[in-house]
């Protein structure tokens, strides 16, 4: 069936089939894990891709698709009301269904505006499958892709590892030119501590400056680090190759995998400087879903134009600072921000490699 979602009504679907697409990804790699059979596994990454991929790749399909088609604006608009049409009515029968005396004459009433909207709907697809054929390509078509095909179409030295994070499980996919990989992690009853002191370490760069003087914090995020890596990676990618995609989800979305540590070799002293992340062994690339990363290299290249900005601020904010009673941004000055740090370095640099102009 054409989509016919609207945004609200695919945000519901998407959290109301969550706890569903985890059930049925851990009953398929279950299945996997007993019969060592490739079917299961494809099974649990196609659950996996489909939980995520179904609101971003619309958006970002409909956005490429308007940006290279040149469809006329009214189209669209009358392609979108006829969408929200129908999403409203069958909220409306969902809704007087659910009524202890459910009116028949009205559910019957809003099944016949269905219809007729989902025909009016159907014409104008078929309009711009003929007169728009780009546009209709690219936003109406709901491909998958298997581990074989991302397989197929990884480069040697390139892999890609996406997660899945349900209410109760975590799991893992990893595929490369040799492997095929699927697992249910099992992070330790730790596991929350050492992401969320993690993120809270790095929300802040104020207290990140101090507390890189202490050899203790050094230490401490060295152990959260490391722990996190050796529970969300090592299980199902123990050799990091030079390229690595990296698909995360729900809370992992927040998380940097650069800064996570590949073995547990002690710090130098009070120094961040000389730990072993890993980006020290791969370079990162975050996607939204394997379909959209196997996408993106055939997606049409920038000119190479190079702009670099690097504001300066002069006050000493931090993200834990209230500032009296203030909440509205809008009332910061430059003054209430802290300096960003090697920011006129790092533009330079970069205008340096690339050409362009730098604004400092």
Request: charged share 20%; aromatic share 10%.
């Amino acid at each position: 069936m054409r989509s016919e979602y609207q945004e609200g009504s695919q945000q519901f679907w998407n959290q109301e089939a969550r706890p569903i697409m985890e059930n049925a990804i851990e009953v398929a790699l279950s299945l996997y894990s007993g019969t060592g059979e490739n079917r299961y596994l494809e099974e649990a990454f196609r659950y996996t891709e489909k939980s995520k991929a179904l609101l971003l790749a619309e958006a970002l399909r409909e956005s490429a698709a308007k940006q290279q088609a040149g469809i006329p604006d009214e189209l669209l608009q009358e392609e979108k009301k006829l969408k929200i049409n129908i999403a409203f009515y069958k909220k409306q029968v969902f809704r007087e269904q659910q009524r202890s005396r459910p009116d028949t004459s009205k559910i019957l009433l809003w099944q016949k505006e269905i219809l007729q909207n989902r025909r009016s709907y159907e014409s104008l697809l078929s309009k711009l499958e003929y007169a728009y054929p780009e546009y209709f390509n690219i936003k109406y078509q709901n491909s998958t892709i298997t581990m074989a095909a991302v397989q197929g179409a990884l480069p040697a030295g390139t892999g890609l590892l996406e997660y899945f994070k349900g209410d109760s499980n975590i799991f893992a996919f990893y595929i490369d030119q040799n492997h095929l990989r699927g697992v249910r992690l099992k992070p330790d009853s730790n596991f929350t501590g050492h992401l969320e002191r993690l993120l809270d370490c790095l929300r802040d760069r104020n207290t990140v400056s101090e507390q890189g003087r202490s050899a203790a914090a050094v230490a401490a995020f060295q152990a959260d680090a490391y722990a996190l890596f050796g529970m969300l990676v090592a299980p199902v990618c123990e050799a990091p190759p030079g390229q690595l995609f990296v698909i995360p989800d729900g809370r992992l979305s927040y998380l940097p995998f650069e800064l996570l540590l590949t073995d547990s070799t002690a710090a130098d002293g009070n120094s961040y400087a000389g730990l072993p992340y890993l980006l020290r062994r791969s370079s990162l690339r975050y996607e939204y879903s394997a379909v959209l990363a196997m996408q993106g290299d055939n997606a049409p290249q920038g000119g190479g134009v190079f702009a670099g900005y690097a504001p300066v601020y002069g006050g000493v904010w931090s993200a834990t600072d209230l500032r009296g009673d203030r909440t509205n941004c809008q009332e910061a000055t430059p003054e209430d921000f802290a300096s960003l740090r090697n920011n006129q370095q790092e533009v330079q640099q970069i205008a340096g490699i690339m050409g362009g102009r730098s604004y400092l």
